[in-house]
């Protein structure tokens, strides 16, 4: 899939929508990132983003750049860190290439705040369906 088919894929789930994330091509010009203005509703009871979102970010960035290697992926495994929970008006994740091999996609994934801050890190594997 070229980076227009994947951001127009991720422009019309319903869950990326419902969740206020987009992709976007990375102004590094190394694949595609995941975006986010937090919203009330990111924030667990205690007034930090949930950590619930800060995986989706990152799943969606894995995700997303996955497709650039193949059509239909699907989420195998994580290994995923939560780092810090500081305030932040934005969140943002980035993922880079392990191995492409076969099958399955490995990428390492990280979340960071609009400070610079790494909020979470993690390996994503994912399971090539077609």
């Known amino acids: 899939m070229t980076h227009e088919d994947i951001i127009k894929r991720y422009d019309n789930n319903r869950f990326a929508q419902t969740c206020g994330i987009h992709v976007e091509r990375d102004p590094s010009g190394k694949g595609l990132i995941a975006k986010a203005t937090l919203l009330p509703g990111h924030l667990n009871g205690s007034g930090h983003v949930h950590g619930g979102f800060i995986y989706t970010m990152a799943d969606t960035a894995g995700g997303s750049n996955a497709r650039l290697y193949a059509n239909n992926v699907t ?3 994580s290994d995923f860190h939560f780092l810090t929970n500081n305030a932040t008006r934005e969140l943002v994740g980035r993922a880079e290439m392990i191995r ?27 399971y090539v369906l077609d």
Not at 100 to 106: K, L
């Open 100 to 126: 492409e091999g076969g099958s399955v996609i490995v990428l390492r994934v990280k979340v960071i705040g609009d400070t610079g801050e790494v909020f979470a890190e993690g390996t994503f594997t994912y």
């Open 75 to 77: 989420t195998l495994d």
